[in-house]
């Protein structure tokens, strides 16, 4: 995108951030930051449309695996926005899992990772009276690519509506630094993760076939357009399987008439 729509593309969130937060009566926003290029534009966004005196950071690490280099990006970021910030170590409040009767997964670990990072921020909401910012991108919403009741419980989604690819020409026209832009994006889940290794597919080229998915073309006229019929297979097959992430629970419907 040219400068103009990108700036077309700003003023239309700061425009959307300001009237849903008008609309829900609220002026203050927390922020779960990761040091990553997601939590770190939504967090501009947000400054920019309520006020940096109005929005607070939570840096939510977890010690053995979170790396220093993104806790020191997430403190930095918020001193480059101006907005105030606290850093939270989680591993006390996952420790309690540990006493369950049941061996846990190494999915329902990284999961209650996310939950607990959750509820910490709607614990400072609650208590501050504010709204928890969202930090997925429209990629991610899509393919259900988030943690139920993890990072996916939030109040609203700045950027998502914007693809990976469109996020990243969109936090470069706002001024976020290059190392957070360029960093290899992951949710550190485990050691040596990468957001991309787990998708199977590079975002540039994830993002042209999830638009072409948009515009309502089927898996075989996606992979005519030379795109791998397998990456596309495995596109639509995690966006089946993860639909439940992207509504709300299933209602069983009953009638008192």
Known sequence: MDNEKLKVAYDSLISGIKEYFGKCGYKKAVIGLSGGIDSSLSAKLVADALGKENVYGLVMPLK??????NINDAVELCKWIGIKYFIVYINEFLRGFESLEWKQSKIAKMNAASRVRAVILYNYANTHDALVIGTSNKTEIMLGYFTKYGDGAVDIEVIG??????ERELAGFLGIPKKIIN?????ELYHGQ???QELGVPYDEL???????????????ISKKGFDSKIVGS????IKNNEHKRKMPPTVKVSLE
């Open 64 to 69: 053995g695996l979170s790396s220093q280099e």
């Open 161 to 166: 509506d914007l693809f990976k690819t469109d």
């Open 183 to 187: 960093k290899v994006p992951t949710a």
């Open 194 to 196: 990468t957001d991309e």
């Open 207 to 221: 993002d042209k076939i999830l638009k072409l998915h948009e515009k309502g073309l089927s898996a075989q006229e």
């Open 235 to 238: 596109i639509f097959e995690r």
